[in-house]
């Protein structure tokens, strides 16, 4: 399983993580497979949400009120050039937009300076199944991460 080498969030930058690609997540080609980098990029919006103080399982556990869960709605996603084995790849996330019960978050992985992915990624807040409008702390939260323009 790929380590997660560092984690930096500064107020107003992309919350980043760093992983080291594997063997396991290549193909046959030594390419990373394309879905290996929807592992990458959940664990770059999971860790977002960690560095904004929202820990998923005591949002299930209803800890901080009525339990819920965020699930992805849609994404849009960029292949634009692959990693290899034994890169070290930066995932980049941010809040695009807050809506009443979605986030819209952006995120783009990187090799250095090296624009590799991009993708839009619309988040939504569950309970019992039913999307639900975010809680106002955790609205607000997402809020003080927003980004009025896109990191292209």
Wanted: charged letters at 30%; a neutral charge; glycine letters at 6%.
């Amino acid at each position: 399983m790929n380590k997660l080498l560092e984690t930096a969030c500064a107020e107003n930058d992309p919350h980043k993580i760093t992983i080291r690609i594997y063997y396991e997540d290549t193909d046959f080609s030594g390419l990373v497979y394309h879905a290996s980098y929807l592992r990458f990029m959940e664990r770059g919006r999971s860790e977002l949400l960690r560095g904004l103080g929202l820990h998923q399982r005591e949002l299930l556990e209803g800890s901080t009120g009525t339990p819920f869960f965020f699930v992805v709605r849609a994404m849009d996603i960029d292949f634009r050039k692959p990693a290899l084995m034994d890169d070290l790849i930066t995932i980049e996330t941010w809040v695009k937009e807050v809506g009443g019960a979605s986030v819209l978050l952006e995120q783009r992985v990187l090799r250095e300076t090296d624009l590799l992915v991009q993708a839009a990624v619309t988040v939504v807040c569950v309970e019992n199944r039913k999307a639900k409008r975010l809680p106002a702390d955790v609205r607000s939260r997402f809020l003080s991460q927003q980004k009025g323009a896109s990191h292209n």
